[in-house]
């Protein structure tokens, strides 16, 4: 009997151990569930945070219909996108994310507004994802003003619109074609009765691109649209329905403004630099390396040293040598060592990095040192 009474006890203390381990694994498993849940926003205007840099926006403002976003860690996807309006007017809405100030929210961290003449480089890349059956555009929203407002409507607003679906067009009329940042544009010029707009479509359906947004904004300049003491308050990325529009998404976001000045940076010491980048990879399924080589063209030392570059969509660092490099993804900024952290005249610095990349393999498109725009080998 003694031995039985043991036996049983023995298998309830088990039990109750099992108990307690399957509650604890329960909990677990609910709270990383919960942690890795996206965020779904449903309220006209309601916003949230990704990243701790960028502001996620459903921006219903068009019609009474539902519209519902789910915010992920990188993007956003429309899952739900009620009521149609006339292709031949306003949108009804404009889900994006953004960097920057958007009727007094601005995104943390941000150094926007700027002015124009500071900025040396506004890097910036997306991912999008399209649908069928809908009529929309796909679309960057650059906002300028003479003034570093944060509220209301700004005086110029640049549009650049990756693809379009249905009869769908810009604000205004054909003023001719251009090309900017490598790539040939239909150019639009128009009055909302607001503020000016300046749009640039592209001929065919861009899924992703890495590029510099002060591209565009020198085009605004030049059309006299805009002028070099304005401020850039935002820049802004999502979708312009018309009808329709569940299902599209923005994959990734990222976008950095580099101050400096927009003419030509200084470097640590004082005193005019320039740069030159050389990019080398080697890339294989689903991983690469880069190889970075840094000249100093100017004529002045650099020191402490920070080269700004945007990292396309899908691609994140999981090591590097010969330079520290933060954040892993998006817009990131690489900075030297103890051992080279300064670039002479007529010098070089070399790095590393190892990532890992999802979808098609691309090298960014823009880089500055110390907020100067450098060219590219």
Same mark, same amino acid.
């Given at each position: 009997?003694?031995? !039985?009474?043991?036996?049983?006890?023995?298998?309830?203390?088990?039990?109750?151990a099992?108990?307690?381990?399957?509650?604890?694994?329960?909990?677990?498993l609910?709270?990383?569930?919960?942690?890795?849940?996206?965020?779904?926003?449903?309220?006209?205007?309601?916003?949230?945070?990704?990243?701790?840099?960028?502001?996620?926006?459903?921006?219903?403002?068009?019609?009474?219909?539902?519209?519902?976003?789910?915010?992920?860690?990188?993007?956003?996807?429309?899952?739900q996108?009620?009521?149609?309006?006339?292709?031949?007017?306003?949108?009804?809405?404009?889900?994006?994310?953004?960097?920057?100030?958007?009727?007094?929210?601005?995104?943390?961290?941000?150094?926007? *507004?700027?002015?124009?003449?500071?900025?040396?480089?506004?890097?910036?890349?997306?991912?999008?994802?399209?649908?069928?059956?809908?009529?929309?555009?796909?679309?960057?929203d650059i906002?300028?003003?003479?003034?570093?407002?944060?509220?209301?409507?700004?005086?110029?607003?640049?549009m650049?619109?990756?693809?379009?679906?249905?009869?769908?067009?810009?604000?205004?009329?054909?003023v001719?074609s251009?090309?900017?940042?490598?790539?040939?544009?239909?150019?639009? !010029?128009?009055?909302?009765?607001?503020?000016?707009?300046?749009?640039?479509?592209?001929?065919?359906?861009?899924?992703?691109?890495?590029?510099?947004?002060?591209?565009?904004?020198?085009?605004?300049?030049?059309?006299?649209?805009?002028?070099?003491?304005?401020?850039?308050?935002?820049?802004?990325?999502?979708?312009?329905?018309?009808?329709?529009?569940?299902?599209?998404?923005?994959?990734?976001?990222?976008?950095?403004?580099?101050?400096?000045?927009?003419?030509?940076?200084?470097?640590?010491?004082?005193?005019?630099?320039?740069?030159?980048?050389?990019?080398?990879?080697?890339?294989?399924?689903?991983?690469?390396?880069?190889?970075?080589?840094?000249?100093?063209?100017?004529?002045?030392?650099?020191?402490?040293?920070?080269?700004?570059?945007?990292l396309? *969509?899908?691609?994140?660092?999981?090591?590097?040598?010969?330079?520290?490099?933060? *954040?892993? !993804?998006?817009?990131?900024?690489?900075?030297?060592?103890?051992?080279?952290?300064?670039?002479?005249?007529?010098?070089?610095?070399?790095?590393?990095?190892q990532?890992?990349y999802?979808?098609?393999?691309?090298?960014?498109?823009?880089?500055?040192?110390?907020?100067?725009?450098?060219?590219?080998?």
């Amino acid at each position: 009997m003694q031995s !039985s009474r043991h036996q049983v006890l023995r298998m309830r203390a088990l039990c109750g151990a099992l108990l307690t381990t399957l509650v604890a694994l329960a909990a677990l498993l609910t709270g990383a569930s919960a942690s890795q849940a996206d965020t779904t926003i449903c309220e006209a205007f309601g916003t949230t945070t990704i990243q701790g840099r960028y502001v996620v926006q459903n921006n219903r403002w068009g019609t009474s219909a539902s519209q519902c976003i789910s915010v992920t860690d990188s993007g956003f996807r429309v899952t739900q996108a009620d009521g149609s309006v006339p292709t031949s007017g306003a949108p009804k809405s404009y889900p994006s994310v953004y960097n920057g100030c958007h009727y007094t929210n601005c995104s943390p961290g941000t150094n926007l *507004p700027a002015r124009l003449n500071s900025i040396a480089s506004a890097p910036s890349g997306i991912s999008y994802s399209y649908v069928s059956g809908a009529a929309y555009d796909a679309a960057y929203d650059i906002w300028l003003d003479p003034t570093p407002r944060t509220d209301g409507v700004n005086r110029t607003e640049i549009m650049i619109w990756f693809n379009r679906v249905g009869s769908v067009q810009p604000v205004g009329s054909p003023v001719g074609s251009a090309t900017v940042g490598g790539r040939n544009w239909q150019v639009w !010029s128009g009055n909302n009765g607001s503020n000016d707009v300046l749009s640039f479509v592209a001929p065919s359906a861009i899924d992703s691109w890495n590029f510099d947004v002060m591209d565009f904004v020198r085009q605004a300049v030049s059309r006299g649209l805009a002028q070099d003491n304005w401020y850039l308050t935002s820049i802004q990325a999502g979708f312009e329905p018309w009808q329709n529009g569940a299902g599209l998404a923005v994959n990734s976001f990222s976008s950095s403004v580099n101050l400096g000045s927009g003419s030509g940076g200084t470097g640590g010491s004082g005193g005019s630099s320039a740069c030159k980048v050389g990019y080398g990879t080697n890339v294989w399924q689903g991983g690469f390396t880069a190889d970075v080589t840094v000249t100093n063209t100017g004529s002045s030392p650099v020191d402490a040293w920070k080269l700004a570059f945007a990292l396309p *969509p899908g691609q994140k660092v999981t090591s590097a040598w010969s330079a520290e490099i933060s *954040p892993s !993804s998006g817009a990131a900024t690489a900075g030297g060592m103890a051992y080279n952290a300064s670039i002479a005249p007529g010098g070089q610095v070399s790095f590393g990095f190892q990532g890992a990349y999802d979808g098609a393999f691309a090298k960014p498109g823009a880089f500055s040192l110390n907020g100067t725009p450098c060219t590219t080998a």
